[in-house]
């Protein structure tokens, strides 16, 4: 099936520069404050292409450029038994994850398979290496959909992810991983992929810059906005990098702009895991920087455990223009951070209700908004969306014994 291109441009939010995109592009051309482009899309309104199923179904606000297929999508559903304990009668959850008996079949259990979707649909396949950076869960649903499309990609990883990475099925042979050995966390994997997609006929995918990676999880919005007909008062989600959050305020303002889901944007309502908390904590202090607010390097290093690991980013687009500081001013949001025991009371409580394992981030969003419901911060009669960013991996790992062929090992030299 051929996939008709969508239209769309580039926007930079700080200098109002229109760039025709080549899939490629990441950043502004023109010197100023960091700043995070946007898209901006010929199609307007909510258009929803009813004869595929998934995030194709929302193809209109994706930046696709080549051709993808997949069903792979959110599946929207109420909890009633989490609702009637939770006394929130207008709760959805917003699921990406392996929940089977739900409709959700994501093959990696996490929202990253949309996100790599997209991520290749954008991409050109013109014979250059596409390189990403992941603390596990990019890793596995990147290699898998390169795998199916051909494009060729090194992920690079930290060592300390490689124990998340198994697959069921050995990705192809133009899928290479990278370790950065030597204490590595995410964020030295990203530098790493960064430098090399500058060497000749190499292209770093961008992380939160990449206009695919948010609008992919921008559907995440979309297929809420199609089964319950508005926008939510109120979105709950973790928040690591922060891409995700910034993703579903940026097709909130879609969704205003088209018209049909009225002028109020969504309060975001964003989780960390404590102690590792450096959004948090700079949100509080009222600070522009996440680096100023808080000294998330040290605690990080000293070996502050945090149960969602990939919740763990030093360097989340906080103050970029367009960024998650304007995302949360603009929405009225707020953050928030619980501790490990409270994530786990959480994913307990859900998998007693609904009998599956909720990722250790998505225990940390549900946490949260238990927190924010007894603090009284978020009515229990609002409407919610639940971001569900991994569900039901227990069962996933039961075939997944296959470990990456590792091309190469570079030294982060933070040991
Ligand atoms: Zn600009």
């Known amino acids: 099936m051929l996939v008709e291109k969508s239209r769309y441009r580039l926007l930079c939010p700080t200098c109002e520069l229109q760039i025709i995109d080549d899939g490629t592009v990441t950043h502004c051309s023109v010197e100023h404050r960091r700043s995070l482009l946007r898209t901006e899309y010929d199609e307007r309104s909510f258009r929803i292409d009813r004869t595929t199923q998934g995030m194709l179904r929302y193809r209109a606000w994706l930046p696709l450029r080549e051709e993808v297929e997949t069903d792979f999508g959110t599946v929207i559903l109420k909890s009633e038994a989490l609702n009637a304990h939770l006394k929130t009668p207008n709760l959805y959850l917003a699921v990406n994850g392996f929940w089977p008996e739900r409709g959700a079949r994501l093959p990696s259990g996490t929202f990253k398979d949309i996100e790599a979707i997209a991520i290749l ?3 050109p396949r013109d014979g250059r290496t596409l390189v990403a950076a992941s603390a596990g869960n990019t890793a596995v649903a990147l290699a898998g959909a390169a795998s199916i499309y051909g494009v060729p990609t090194v992920i690079i990883v930290p060592e300390s992810a490689l124990p998340r990475i198994l ?3 050995a990705p192809a042979e133009n899928v290479r991983f990278i370790v950065v050995t ?4 995410y964020d030295d994997a990203i530098i790493a992929a960064r430098e090399l997609g500058t060497h000749e006929g190499h292209v770093f995918e961008g992380g939160a810059q990449n206009v695919a990676r948010r609008d992919g999880i921008g559907t995440t919005i979309a297929a809420y906005m199609e089964n319950v007909g508005a926008l939510p008062e109120y979105f ?3 928040v690591g990098s922060g891409s995700g959050a910034i993703a579903a305020h940026e097709a909130a303002r879609r969704a205003i702009a088209s018209g049909a889901f009225g002028t109020k944007f969504p309060h975001l309502v964003l989780v960390q895991n404590a102690p590792f908390a450096p959004i948090f904590h700079a949100w509080a202090a009222g600070s ?9 390097e040290s605690a990080y290093l000293a070996g502050a455990e945090i149960s969602a690991a990939v919740l763990g980013s030093l360097a989340p687009p906080y103050d970029p223009q367009g960024g998650l500081l304007d995302a949360l001013t603009e929405s009225a949001g707020d953050v928030t951070a619980v501790e490990n025991a409270a994530a786990r009371t959480a994913a307990a409580l859900f998998e007693e209700i609904e009998g599956v394992d909720l990722d250790p981030a998505a225990a940390v969003a549900l946490a ?3 927190e924010r419901l007894e603090s009284g911060a978020i009515p229990r009669d609002a409407s919610i969306a639940l971001h569900i960013t991994g569900v039901g991996r227990r069962r996933l790992a039961r075939d997944r014994h296959i470990v990456p062929n590792i091309a190469a090992r570079i030294d982060s030299k933070r040991a």
């Not at 030597?182 to 966390?185: H, K």
């Not at 522009?288 to 998330?296: D, I, K, L, W, Y």
Request: glycine share 12%; aromatic share 8%.
């Open 121 to 123: 649909g954008r991409f």
């Open 167 to 169: 697959f069921a099925r």
């Open 182 to 185: 030597g204490n590595a966390i």
């Open 236 to 238: 709950v989600q973790a």
């Open 288 to 296: 522009n920087s996440v680096e100023a607010a808080h000294r998330p």
């Open 368 to 370: 949260g908004l238990i």
